[in-house]
Structures are given as structure tokens and as C-alpha cells.
């Protein structure tokens, strides 16, 4: 079965330094894996998804992410953070349901908070 | 192109009372999706519908919740009645491709907040 485990709850981080949001996966066979950003009040925003065509994966906003099979994990980066990444941030993974439907299971979650 | 539409935003009912949410997926979009975000979790698949079939209820709580999507474009979900448990963000999503692939990509509404009291 497939899961995602967040690392971290919660992450704060001053304006203009990195961001660092850590994501593992278990997957029985290879995944596809997404990062969708929640601004309060909004709905969930895809930032970027792997699907096995480069394992450095850049998305929106200045994000990225790794796809590390050894480690299984799928770590979310930005250089710089800016005011306006403040949000709750969720790592996903897709599977194949019996029947040929996909199925996004979600992380619990990781909220970013970034200081002035 | 218009994004999901979701209504009401919030709603606050007391318990044992029913109450129901509207979605109105991305045009053309085939799949459907009510997913119940409790505080503090992730998101997390009630029912999926494609086109007016549902394809995967394994998560709803059938003796209380119910959903359609009569015409294969909008859908409902009902809540009856409702529990003190049921507190939630209740999100609607939708993905284009009638041919599911592992990679799709789904669409999210602004969701609808519910608090029962």
C-alpha cells in the first residue's frame, strides 16, 4: 500500500532563508508524487509532481523537489523564502486502484511559517 | 477557465440536523472527487465519481453521508444527520482524463468549512 509521511508538523523559517519541508513515501512499485500548497481559506494548489521523467522536479513559486529512490524520499526545497509561502504544505502520493482509478493519498501536513 | 466552484463556504448547523454542500467541477472535467479534511490532517477521499458512476464509496459513511452527481457535472453531498464529529473542511476536486494515469492531476475548490455545534 501506498503512504507519505511528513517529517515535520510544523517549520519556521525568517524571510530570504531556505526551506527545507521533508517528505518519505512507501510505494510498493514506483510512485507518482505531488506537492500541493494550502493558503488559509483557499483551496489545495498543485506546486509540482514527479512522474519518473527527471528526478529534480522545479515547480512553481521558486519551488523544488528531489525524488531520492534509495532514501524514499521526495523532499520540497526553495532557496529563498518569501513572506507570501507561508501556508500549509502537503506531500501526496497516486496510486492505481483496482478498476484503473488513481487515488491521491495525502501527508498529515507540514505548515510553514516564515518571520519578517 | 473557471476553477471549482463550492458552496456555502461556511456553514455552522447543530448536531442531529442535516445539511448539504454543492460542487461544480472544472467544464469537461470527467472525475470527481469529495475528499473530508478534518483539522490539522490531510485531505482525505470520502467518494469519487466518474462521470454520474461513483467509482470508489469505500470511505463514506454511508449511514449518514450520501453524494450525487446526477448529470455527470455537479454534485452534492449530504450530511444526515450530522455529528459533532463531522467538523470539517469538505473539498471538491476534479481531474480531466476519462483514462486514469498515476500522474493525474486534480483540481480543488476553495472548500466548505462545516462546524457542528
Known amino acids: 500500500a501506498q503512504s507519505v509521511t511528513q517529517l515535520d508538523s510544523h517549520v519556521s523559517v525568517s524571510e530570504g532563508t531556505p526551506v527545507l519541508l521533508r517528505c518519505n513515501y512507501s510505494s510498493s512499485y514506483s510512485p507518482s508524487l505531488f506537492w500541493y500548497v494550502q493558503h488559509p481559506n483557499k483551496g489545495l494548489q498543485l506546486l509540482l509532481k514527479?512522474?519518473?521523467?527527471?528526478?529534480l522536479v522545479k515547480g512553481i513559486n521558486g519551488f523544488e523537489a528531489e525524488f531520492k529512490k534509495s532514501e524514499t524520499s521526495f523532499h520540497l526545497t526553495k532557496p529563498s523564502a518569501h513572506m507570501s509561502d507561508a501556508a500549509e504544505y502537503f506531500c501526496?502520493?497516486?496510486?492505481?486502484?483496482?478498476?484503473?482509478?488513481?487515488?491521491?493519498?495525502f501527508g498529515a501536513g507540514t505548515r510553514l511559517a516564515v518571520h519578517p | 477557465e473557471a476553477g471549482v466552484a463550492q458552496s456555502p463556504r461556511y456553514k455552522i448547523i447543530e448536531k442531529r440536523q442535516s445539511v448539504a454542500f454543492w460542487c461544480n467541477p472544472i467544464?469537461?472535467?470527467?472525475?470527481l472527487y469529495w475528499y473530508q479534511q478534518i483539522l490539522g490532517q490531510g485531505p482525505k477521499l470520502l467518494i469519487q465519481f466518474q462521470n454520474n458512476g461513483v467509482v470508489d464509496d469505500s470511505q463514506l459513511p454511508k449511514d449518514r453521508f450520501s453524494a450525487e452527481r446526477l448529470k455527470g457535472v455537479d454534485s452534492t453531498l449530504k450530511i444526515q444527520p450530522a455529528k459533532l464529529e463531522d467538523s470539517a473542511v469538505y473539498l471538491c476536486?476534479?481531474?480531466?482524463?476519462?483514462?486514469?494515469?498515476?500522474?493525474?492531476?486534480?483540481?480543488f475548490g476553495p472548500g466548505t468549512r462545516l462546524t457542528v455545534l
Open positions: 501526496v502520493v497516486s496510486s492505481i486502484k483496482s478498476g484503473g482509478y488513481n487515488k491521491l493519498i
Open positions: 514527479y512522474t519518473s521523467a527527471a528526478t
Open positions: 476536486a476534479s481531474s480531466p482524463n476519462p483514462r486514469q494515469r498515476v500522474y493525474n492531476e486534480q483540481f
Open positions: 467544464s469537461g472535467h470527467a472525475t
